[in-house]
């Protein structure tokens, strides 16, 4: 069950929270364990079996490897092997059942989450899981199951032991929840049918192709972010202080920059965990701190989807920040502006190996956005242009940091503190119209779209 679907909003997390605030705070654990796997398996129970099979695995081979702990060579080839059966195991997983009802959709955070519990334990960061409760509860931790934000499984404990459940934190949960599901369902759902009616046009000129891959943009940080910002939510309201996933890349200066600030828990967990192994914590040549960055960046590709495009899609990445942080952050230096274009066309580009079906697709959307398809405006894309373009551009707004900051300063005049008053109703009006666009889908979007 997905968090911005209408059952779990209108009628389960009113129910979880309700028995998780009720319970002794013993016991909130085991609600949280069992709420989780209910979610996780709503609709199709087979789901957990292989969630289940991963998460005794996982403690299985924790306590060798703690065992093993001075036995360097043994536990070393335990965690490689490890780490090949899983990441081999999603891999096949993921080809073989995508798009069907058994398709098991959390296995690439709750993967990364048990290699990750593995690693920490062979390092010797902390020691491994006494209780199989915690460690279930850790890699079956629903909000963050859907799209991160990833975590440290001792952050996790550490929390778990020392959870703060009151009134201001449900509440300030509950807010933030609300407005990641405003993120999900109004402004991706809306950028999403953009997408789509863009794609289906038939024809491809250049302002139709950078309109299509500039709403792809739009919806896939809006979905991404949206699904981070809900789990924060729910985190918060169940007493846990989930990390920060992303933050407003739109309007960056430099491609390294842009990339920091998304999928942030992502990018940490390959850094400490992949690089790590590679070169040691520290690269101490160029090459070495290059190669190891491409390479993590072709694995983050890798792990958004098993087709060919994802991974180069992760190797043009991986490019790119290594041109940008060896040429253009010192060719352009503090001026702002050339930053800015190039960094953001040269992404826009990058997009298009994220949603094209084949490779052949991604050299037509190229040829057409350098202007070598059919011509340089059509009719659909200039209905497009001048009927959204005013909804295209709020939405870059609202994914630059400029938005947090207008909204920072504001909260400090009276007009802010008069609004900040009025939160829990304007967040009550919000949830209405969320709850309408979920139910009405994509006919709510159309309205809102002519609004």
């Not at 909000?143 to 009151?166: I, S």
């Not at 792990?303 to 041109?323: D, E, K, N, R, S």
């Not at 919000?430 to 666009?437: K, M, P, Q, T």
Request: net charge positive; aromatic share 16%; proline share 3%.
């Amino acid at each position: 069950m997905y968090l911005s679907s209408f059952t779990f909003t209108v009628a389960l997390l009113p129910a979880l929270l309700l028995c998780y605030y009720l319970v002794p705070a013993k016991g909130r654990g085991a609600v949280l364990l069992v709420a989780s796997l209910l979610v996780y398996g709503w609709g199709s129970p087979a789901r957990l079996l292989y969630l289940a099979a991963c998460i005794c695995y996982d403690y299985g081979v924790g306590l060798l490897l703690e065992h093993w702990q001075e036995k360097k060579a043994l536990s070393t080839g335990l965690l490689a092997f490890s780490a090949i059966v899983q990441a081999g195991a999603m891999t096949a997983i993921r080809m073989v059942a995508a798009g069907g009802t058994m398709y098991p959709f959390g296995i690439a955070i709750y993967t990364l989450h048990g290699l990750g519990y593995l690693i920490g334990i062979y390092r010797g960061r902390y020691k491994a899981a006494a209780r199989f409760g915690v460690l279930a509860l850790y890699l079956a931790f629903f909000p963050a199951l859907f799209a991160g934000p990833l975590m440290n499984y001792q952050e996790f404990t550490d929390q778990l032991e020392d959870r703060r459940c009151n009134v201001i934190q449900l509440g300030d949960g509950l807010a933030l929840f609300i407005r990641g599901l405003a993120e999900k369902v109004v402004l991706a759902d809306t950028f999403g049918y953009m997408y789509r009616e863009l794609r289906q046009t038939g024809t491809l000129s250049m302002l139709t192709a950078w309109l299509t891959t500039l709403s792809f943009s739009l919806y896939l940080y809006f979905e991404l972010f949206g699904y981070s910002e809900m789990a924060r939510g729910l985190g918060r309201a169940f007493g846990f202080d989930l990390p920060r996933n992303f933050s407003q890349p739109f309007f960056c200066t430099s491609i390294t920059a842009f990339m920091q600030s998304w999928n942030i828990t992502l990018l940490l967990w390959f850094q400490t965990n992949f690089r790590y192994f590679l070169f040691g914590p520290h690269p101490r040549r160029r090459w070495q701190k290059y190669l190891a960055l491409v390479l993590t960046w072709i694995l983050i590709g890798a792990w958004y989807g098993t087709a060919p495009q994802f991974a180069l899609w992760g190797l043009t990445i991986g490019l790119l920040v290594t041109l940008d942080q060896t040429v253009l952050t010192p060719l352009f230096g503090k001026r702002w502006l050339p930053g800015l274009a190039v960094t953001g066309i040269l992404l826009q580009f990058a997009w298009v190996l994220f949603y094209a079906d084949d490779l052949g697709e991604v050299g037509a959307v190229w040829r057409a956005m350098l202007g070598l398809g059919s011509g340089f405006v059509d009719q659909t894309g200039l209905y497009f242009f001048t009927s959204y373009i005013a909804l295209l551009l709020l939405g870059l707004y609202i994914a630059t940091d400029q938005f947090r900051n207008i909204a920072e300063r504001l909260s400090a005049t009276a007009v802010g503190r008069f609004i900040e008053s009025w939160q829990p109703v304007l967040h009550g009006l919000l949830l209405v119209f969320c709850i309408a666009s979920m139910l009405y889908g994509e006919r709510m979007t159309g309205l809102w779209l002519h609004i």
